[in-house]
Antibody
Framework: EVQLVESGGGLVKPGGSLRLSCAAS????????MNWVRQAPGKGLEWVSS????????YYTDSVKGRFTVSRDNAKNSLFLQINSLRAEDTGVYYC????????????????WGQGTLVTVSS | DIQMTQSPSSLSASVGDRVTITCRAS??????VVWFQQRPGKAPKSLIY???SLQSGVPSKFSGSGSGTDFTLTISSLQPEDFATYYC?????????FGGGTKVDLK
């Protein structure tokens, strides 16, 4: 069974930092690309970042470039998101999601999601 | 960036109703669309990928169609567990983008 378990969220002051983790199990983590997606309270879903299996292709949404860093440790089946210079608008639930190839075998979509970890940025 | 315009933003329906949600992309994205269901306080769950392929384990009352810029999600017979928010997302190119969501509630 595919399992993704996020941790590391919490209450942090503006300008602070957090490191989010996602522990993966039930599938060969080292062969899958992964995503981070967030959701502000009462709002819709927003893609944050993607990383491929070997960490040589990494993408970010514009609003987090230079502040967030995605990484992974394939030996430990873990995905990370280092978030710095936090702003109030970064508040929300952060989900990790596995990226699965569709039937084209060329592009990937998020198929399994963790339950999320809440980040609250407030003074 | 590719914008995904989803409509309606909310709808009220009864058990047994047929429900259709639409999503329009700002440019041609072939069939690179996935649909999610999100129940309150829960993580999103994938329903349909590649516009019309049913995710494993998802009941066949869910179906998707479309290609290019216009896409639809249809629930053939709404059941109590289907009252939730639904999102489309394009995975044609980065940044990945979502529709604004459609909240389906009980009439």
């Amino acid at each position: 069974e595919v399992q993704l378990v996020e941790s590391g969220g919490g209450l942090v002051k503006p300008g602070g930092s957090l490191r989010l983790s996602c522990a993966a199990s039930g599938f060969p983590f080292s062969t899958y690309s992964m995503n981070w997606v967030r959701q502000a309270p009462g709002k819709g879903l927003e893609w944050v970042s993607s990383i491929n299996s070997r960490s040589d292709y990494i993408y970010y949404t514009d609003s987090v470039k230079g502040r967030f860093t995605v990484s992974r440790d394939n030996a430990k089946n873990s995905l990370f998101l280092q978030i710095n210079s936090l702003r109030a608008e970064d508040t929300g639930v952060y989900y990790c999601a596995r990226a699965q190839y569709d039937s084209s075998g060329y592009r990937r979509y998020p198929d399994y999601w963790g339950q999320g970890t809440l980040v609250t940025v407030s003074s | 960036d590719i914008q995904m315009t989803q409509s309606p933003s909310s709808l009220s329906a009864s058990v047994g109703d047929r429900v259709t949600i639409t999503c329009r992309a700002s440019q041609d994205i072939s069939n690179y669309v996935v649909w999610f269901q999100q129940r309150p306080g829960k993580a999103p769950k994938s329903l349909i990928y590649a516009a019309s392929s049913l995710q494993s384990g998802v009941p066949s009352k869910f179906s998707g169609s479309g290609s290019g810029t216009d896409f639809t999600l249809t629930i053939s017979s709404l059941q109590p567990e289907d009252f939730a928010t639904y999102y489309c997302q394009q995975y044609h190119s980065y940044p990945l983008t979502f529709g604004g969501g459609t909240k389906v509630d009980l009439k």
